[in-house]
């Protein structure tokens, strides 16, 4: 800056200009110092200078302001006096300042290095975790394409598996004698067959298949009988060389326990499960069960379906006969939720860790799981079925899983029982299946008793007690001598194991292939486990007397029966001609030996199941439960009933778990379960309440047990229609619970009446009798026909073809009476028409020709059946009827074109009458010229009913559930076939039958025709039960009313007659001598 501008600058100027930048300093200094600067600059009188300064700082940001005051007199003293000492306090203030920051300093420094070294210690944390998803995610999606992988594989097995059958399917459709190229099948020389799996509503097995495995093991030997004495020495052994360890306190409650509150735990995971997604709900190791096999393999469960894919590289799976895998379904499966009908709790080696599972194709398929919670989990994973709708429990998966002894609780059918509402038989399958016995597994089959005693006489007397055997007692007990044997077995018995009295079992697998040897799949099931040989014919069971006199005297054999004994003649019968070797006095054994009573093996199955429903059995039968499901089949009621058995045949008598440490004594435990058999689930552990009487229950109205006096008269009503029109069908739909119990009629001018059923069967005084019924007759006319008002409501008018003759085969109605089909029309449909307002609701095509005769099976819950229509193009549709939506089909988007669930096909010429039957998955024709065949509801072509040379044109058929199939042919012959394709009887009638039927239970065919006259005859050999007196006119049609005490006809003159009919009365008439 120039010199003359410095000096022209007034002092103001000068000082604001040299301390300009000094100054702001200076004041933050002071405001800084202001605690400790305020203490030492005191004025003259010890006020506080530097408020006051501090005032005048804030305030002005002079520089003069701040000189002045800095010069002030005041302040200059006390700089000048307190200055030194201020500054040595300043400076050691400094220094405490100084330290504290530097201890500050350091804890922030070793704070911030603890969280370097935490995030150091996370990061590496977090680094190994990612590392370990990382792993886990590669780990889950090699599982998953693992798992994809071994889906295809199944999948491609699985259709690898269906195309084959489907391939035999056609080659047996084509290749029947009936087919297109039956010429070719002349060249076989046997027809082979084997049981099929398909079971009926009281679970017995009885249709036979084509077998393509079929043979006549003509290279199989006998064994020879030194062989027997090895044995038995090699059990003995294998028993004694069991310890102790094994056994565990018996405890028939160690299964999956379910209490009432689990019901929520239940309900949480229903919830769970529900909302799974994805394709592979669960998938677990298993094992197929199934005769004399378990296979390894995987199961896996989506959302809607279960598979399982058997591990074909498992050596033990390699060692399997590859004969018994022939028979062995499931290997490859694959079972859709919707067909899943009931969900059991099973055992398997005495251990509760498995499951069978009954389809809607009325076969079951059943695995073991690794544990029990294997278990559940699976069981949730399944749909909500519990044990199916028969016993009256409801569907929830606890139900599945509760244990056998529950399930006898909850159930109704113990009183369903004792009030005769179902047989011996019904009650004792029902024991059987809750008590885990099951055909998949023959170490478990179902146990059924020997009832009669009397196997010499030529002739058997039901009436006399003497014929039958005391049920209270067990087999081996039953000859005193072989008693007291026993007895003293088990009161001297010195080895390590519990005492018994028996040290075989009254089930085993090798009794069930004893009694089954004569037919497939047993005949191979037997081979492969007995060394590929027959037994020694001595050991064969080759007679029914000589195997009841063996296990009344041989202290080795105490042999129940099974239930073939009660419905399968065929077991008796060496049909595929196997060499099965001479007994000791040189007699070859083929058949089995029948006793005196009995002629034919039909004959045998009929009496002895008669036996089993008979009134001495009835009044016993508990006494045998409690031996076998109940209070004395173990403990003190045990030892004094003479029943116990080995202990290794005890449920909770073995924990297998506890032996995985060593594999060879597990498998030798095992194979030791699977030879000494194993007692079904102790059900009871108090006696089993007796059946109610016969005489005791014949004063309730619905009593199916006793005949009404003979004063009732055999006509109960005529009912005349207004039309003339012969009625040429009846249907009675009388069942209470329907909206409209009816007997619905159709004449041949297709005039349809609906008339109300008024169920007027009761005793006065009984309970459901009342006097405004008493008074009224079964059956009252269709107003609008009476009227004569409502006709159109009433009329079919569509037009049929002119070639066809109306008759009852023309004709179908619903089991809830609100619609019918008609079949006959020119444009080759069946239609079906509201019986409400008579409008046509579906018209039906699928024939190439004119439909001529339709059948309907009985229907189940909803009122689901199956329809039949055959027609002049010589074939047969199945279709399906929905209860739920009342058309042919299930989807009610598609009616105008549902599609059949079968083709049936081998008919020659036009169809005329068809008979169609769920229970037993059969469908019976009849073509104009012949023959009748038989097919499953899946397609197959079983078989050609032939009868005797003169009957060739069947007009009629008849299937009961029973398994009688009555064909009417042309001219008033008559055969009686088994579904097996036996002719069982046959006889000739001088009338034109119009119409047949059988009664509920197949035992009594009804037969109306020309004559007017309606006769009764026993069904199994046509012995005439009944002639009811003649009516003025020919009889066109027949229906027989829900409680089969009423028969209603059709007649030529246009009238409904109804008949007292009582079944009940020519059984006991005709039925108790043999």
């Keep these: 800056m120039p010199e003359d501008t410095m000096e022209n600058m007034s002092i103001t100027t000068k000082l604001e200009r040299a301390l300009e930048k000094v100054a702001p300093l200076l004041r933050e200094i002071f405001v800084d110092f202001a605690p400790f600067l305020s203490r030492t600059l005191l004025g003259s009188h010890g006020q506080e200078l530097l408020i006051e300064g501090l005032v005048c700082m804030k305030s002005s940001t002079s520089v003069v302001e701040l000189v002045m005051l800095l010069c002030s007199q005041e302040w200059q003293n006390s700089i000048q006096k307190n200055a030194g000492l201020a500054f040595i306090e300043l400076i050691n203030e400094g220094r405490l300042l100084c330290h504290a920051m530097k201890d500050h300093i350091v804890r922030v420094a070793n704070e911030a290095e603890f969280i370097l070294n935490r995030q150091r210690a996370e990061d590496v944390h977090k680094h190994a975790e990612f590392e370990s998803n990382c792993a886990q995610y590669a780990a889950d999606r090699r599982e998953e394409e693992k798992m994809c992988d071994h889906l295809i594989s199944a999948a491609k097995h699985r259709d690898h598996v269906t195309a084959n059958q489907l391939k035999q399917k056609i080659v047996n459709i084509l290749t029947n004698k009936h087919g297109a190229w039956g010429a070719l099948a002349h060249s076989q020389l046997h027809d082979f067959w084997r049981l099929d799996y398909w079971e009926d509503d009281l679970r017995r097995r009885r249709r036979f298949v084509r077998n393509p495995f079929g043979s006549t093991h003509l290279d199989i030997m006998c064994k020879p009988l030194e062989d027997y004495g090895r044995e038995e020495e090699d059990v003995v052994k294998g028993k004694k060389s069991f310890r102790s360890q094994a056994v565990v306190s018996q405890n028939p409650e160690a299964e999956l326990m379910l209490e009432g509150e689990d019901d929520a735990v239940s309900l949480l995971q229903d919830k769970d499960m529900d909302n799974l997604a994805g394709p592979v709900v669960l998938s677990t190791p298993a094992q197929l069960v199934a005769p004399v096999l378990a296979a390894r393999g995987t199961l896996s469960i989506t959302t809607t379906e279960i598979y399982f894919e058997v591990d074909e590289e498992d050596p033990a799976f390699k060692r399997l006969d590859p004969r018994v895998l022939a028979y062995t379904e499931g290997l490859h499966g694959k079972w859709m939720f919707s067909e899943i009908r009931a969900v059991f709790a099973r055992r398997y080696l005495l251990q509760n860790t498995a499951l069978e599972v009954f389809m809607a194709n009325r076969t079951s398929v059943m695995f073991n799981f690794p544990d029990q919670p294997t278990v559940k989990k ?53 024991l ?54 026993y007895a003293e077995r088990y009161e001297s018995w010195d080895e390590e194991t519990p005492p018994c009295h028996y040290t075989t079992h009254y089930s085993t697998a090798a009794s069930i292939l004893h009694w089954l040897v004569r037919i497939e799949p047993f005949t191979t099931c037997f081979l492969s486990t007995n060394g ?37 003649p065929e077991m008796f019968v060496n049909s595929n001609g196997y060499c099965l070797g001479d007994r000791d006095d040189g007699t070859p054994v083929c058949d089995v030996e029948l006793p005196a009573w009995a002629k034919t093996p039909e004959d045998f199955v009929r009496i002895n199941r008669m036996a089993l429903e008979s009134e001495f059995v009835s009044c016993q039968l508990h006494q045998w439960i409690d031996l076998i499901f109940g209070y004395k089949q173990r403990g003190p009621e045990a030892v004094r009933a003479l029943n116990v058995f080995h202990h290794l045949t005890y449920e909770g008598s073995v924990n297998l778990d506890s032996l995985t440490a060593d594999p060879l004594l597990r498998e030798a435990m095992e194979a030791q379960i699977q030879t000494v058999g194993q007692t079904p689930s102790q059900l009871l552990i108090e006696p089993h309440p007796p059946r109610s009487s016969a005489m005791h229950l014949c004063f309730l109205p619905q009593s199916p047990l006793m005949f009404k006096e003979q004063m009732q008269q055999d006509v109960i009503m005529v009912l005349k229609f207004p039309s003339n029109s012969p009625v040429t069908h009846v249907a009675a739909n009388t069942l209470p619970h329907l909206a409209l119990p009816a007997v619905v009629t159709v004449t041949c001018s297709r005039l349809f009446a609906v008339n109300r059923w008024h169920n007027t069967v009761g005793l006065r005084g009984a309970p459901g009798y009342s006097l405004e019924q008493a008074h009224h007759l079964p059956i009252e006319m269709d107003s609008l026909i009476a009227n004569n008002a409502g006709t159109n409501k009433r009329q079919i008018t569509d037009l049929v073809d002119q070639s066809i003759q109306i008759n009852s085969q023309c004709f179908v109605v619903t089991a809830d009476n609100r619609y019918i089909l008609v079949c006959g029309f020119w444009d080759k449909s069946f239609r079906v028409y509201s019986s409400e307002t008579g409008k046509l609701t579906q018209i039906v095509f699928g024939h190439w020709d ?121 001219r008033g012959q008559f055969c009686n076939f088994s579904i097996n394709g036996k002719l069982l009887a046959q006889m000739e009638i001088n009338d034109s039958t119009r119409a047949i039927l059988l009664s509920s239970d197949g035992q009594t065919l009804v037969t109306g025709g020309d004559n007017g006259v309606v006769e009764v005859w026993q069904a199994c050999d046509f012995k005439q039960l009944y002639i009811y007196p003649g009516c003025d006119a020919g009889i066109r049609a027949m229906d027989l009313s829900h409680d089969q005490r009423t028969l209603i006809t059709g007649m030529a003159s246009g009238s409904i007659v109804a008949f007292n009919i009582d079944f009940n009365r020519w059984h006991f008439e005709h039925q108790n001598r043999y």
């Excluded at 597994?441 to 058997?460: A, G, H, I, K, R």
């Design 850 to 970: 004119v439909v001529t005769c339709l059948a309907r099976s009985e229907s189940y819950i909803g009122g689901d059946c199956y329809i039949v229509s055959g027609s002049r193009d010589a074939t047969l549709l199945l279709w399906y009827w929905s209860g739920r939506h009342h058309i042919i089909g299930d989807n009610p988007n598609n009616s105008d074109y549902p599609a059949p669930r079968a083709v049936l096909t081998g008919h020659d010429y036009e169809v005329v009458c068809v008979s169609v039957c769920a229970e037993l998955g059969l469908v019976i024709s009849g073509a104009k010229e012949g023959p009748c065949l038989v097919h499953t509801i899946t397609g197959d072509l079983l078989r050609a009913l032939e009868g005797p040379d003169n009957c060739t044109l069947p007009r009629l058929i008849s299937v009961s559930s029973e398994g009688h199939c009555i064909i009417c042919y042309e």
């Design 432 to 485: 059987n299946t809750i008590a885990g016995r099951t055909y998949n597994d023959l170490n478990q089959y179902p146990v059924f008793p020997w009832v009669l005693t009397n196997y010499e006489s030529e002739e058997l007397d039901l009436t006399v007690p003497g014929n039958f055997r005391d049920l209270s007692k067990p087999i081996g007990a039953l000859n005193p001598k072989r008693a007291v044997f």
């Design 532 to 568: 590929n040989k027959f037994d020694h014919a001595n050991h064969t069971f080759s007679g029914i007397t000589r195997s009841w006199r063996h296990c009344q005297r041989d202290t080795s054999d105490v042999k129940e029966l099974i239930p073939e004994f009660y419905y399968l």
């Design 378 to 430: 699976v069981v949730y994973s399944l749909p909500r079925v519990g044990v199916g709708t028969s016993y009256g429990l409801p569907q929830a998966r606890r139900i599945s899983l509760a244990t056998p002894r529950q399930l006898f609780k909850s159930s109704n059918m113990t009183q369903r029982w004792q009030r005769r509402e179902i047989s011996n038989f019904e009650y004792l399958m029902f």
